[in-house]
């Protein structure tokens, strides 16, 4: 199993504002992915974090507003730009390990309130 | 395209009661399928999964899951429920390689003493 950090664990943030999310993997994994979960709802993908190259963004994200940085195999970046109300939600890191019928793991997730 | 459906938001069951929480799913080829527990302000916690082999899996905490293929279910049983399992349940697919979860709406489950 991985053990997952995510920092900050909680923050609250003012309109206009950007907020990184560092997320920690206590060993090397082979994929990292970040989740968004608003407020009463189920975890939706952002993106795929892949290692030495751009990230993969699922439908209706964007780079511009969710920028994410995975520079080597333990450690990924998620960036909220410009936040609005609506960013308002708690921000989960994921990875699988080396093998292709693993679960994931996730972290603690990053709880994000913008007024 | 994969989607995961569990039709119900909320199920109450009283304590040490059996307890089943429902979960469809569609996938193309053959599906990887999960269970998650999160309790309040906390993460998600791996529960069991089912890759291929026995229908019957088992996991954390004494639940186990039932894979059925025919009507493409994966209902989470619990032959006796605890008032420590309340929390929200999500069940999640995925297709083979190093692919994302998909996950279901998730289920709160209330186990009342």
């Known amino acids: 199993s991985a053990v997952i950090s995510q920092k900050p664990s909680r923050d609250i943030c003012q309109r206009g504002t950007s907020l990184t999310i560092q997320c920690q993997v206590d060993?090397?994994?082979?994929?990292m992915f970040w989740y968004r979960q608003q407020p009463g709802q189920s975890l939706t993908l952002i993106a795929t974090?892949?290692?030495?190259?751009?990230?993969?963004?699922e439908s209706g994200f964007v780079i511009d507003k969710f920028p994410i940085s995975r520079p080597n195999l333990t450690f990924s970046t998620l960036t909220v730009s410009n936040m609005s109300p609506e960013d308002s939600s708690i921000y989960l890191c994921?990875?699988?390990?080396?093998?292709?019928?693993?679960?994931?793991?996730f972290g603690e997730g990053s709880r994000l309130t913008v007024l | 395209a994969q989607s995961v459906a569990q039709p119900e938001d909320q199920v109450n069951v009283a304590e040490g009661n059996p307890l089943t929480v429902k979960c469809t799913y569609s996938?193309?080829?053959?599906?990887?399928l999960f269970w998650y527990v999160q309790y309040p302000n906390r993460g998600l916690q791996f529960l069991l999964k089912?890759?291929?082999?026995?229908?019957l899996v088992k996991g954390s905490y004494g639940f186990e899951a039932e894979f059925n293929k025919s009507q493409t279910s994966f209902h989470l049983k619990k032959p006796s429920a605890l008032v420590s399992d309340s929390a929200l349940y999500f069940c999640?697919?995925?297709?083979?390689?190093?692919?994302?979860?998909?996950f279901g709406k998730g289920t709160r489950l209330s186990v009342i003493a």
């Open positions: 974090a892949n290692q030495g190259s751009e990230a993969t963004y």
């Open positions: 996938v193309s080829g053959n599906p990887y």
């Open positions: 999640a697919v995925r297709r083979s390689g190093n692919t994302p979860l998909v």
């Open positions: 060993s090397q994994v082979t994929m």
């Open positions: 089912y890759i291929t082999g026995d229908n």
């Open positions: 994921s990875a699988a390990g080396t093998g292709n019928t693993g679960e994931l793991f």
